[in-house]
């Protein structure tokens, strides 16, 4: 099962700075985020799943400005996204697996493709 969240998701720098000037803030980050995964994988039609072994992350950003680990640390956005879409019953390591992330370059259409095993 495949799903493609268009543009980039907020990464940790942005996500910090925005909760350390205030608590509201990071919170309004990740309920805006958490909602733009639900809304794309509603639209992507993706069916709910028990449980899922692997999930496959290919960032593709506009450059290598920002560092993996907080590209990744968008992968939060993902899960509560996918919980509230009930594609997966939580986000416990119950019901997810290992994770894989892949990074990529594209200037013209930064986006992540999620894959789920």
């Not at 899922?52 to 992968?75: H, N, P, Q, R």
Request: charged fraction near 30%; hydrophobic fraction near 35%.
């Amino acid at each position: 099962m495949k799903f493609t969240i268009q543009g980039e998701l907020c990464n940790y720098n942005k996500y910090d700075n925005a909760a350390r000037s205030h608590w509201s803030k990071g919170a309004k980050i990740k309920k805006e985020e958490t909602q733009r995964v639900y809304y794309e994988i509603l639209s992507q039609k993706v069916k709910p799943m028990k449980k899922i072994t692997e999930m496959i992350c290919t960032w593709y950003t506009k450059d290598l400005k920002v560092d993996s680990d907080g590209i990744s640390f968008a992968i939060k956005f993902l899960y509560d996204g996918m919980v509230l879409a009930k594609v997966i019953p939580n986000d416990s390591r119950r019901y997810t697996g290992s994770i894989y992330h892949l990074f990529e370059i594209d200037k013209k259409n930064p986006r992540c493709e999620v894959e789920l095993i």
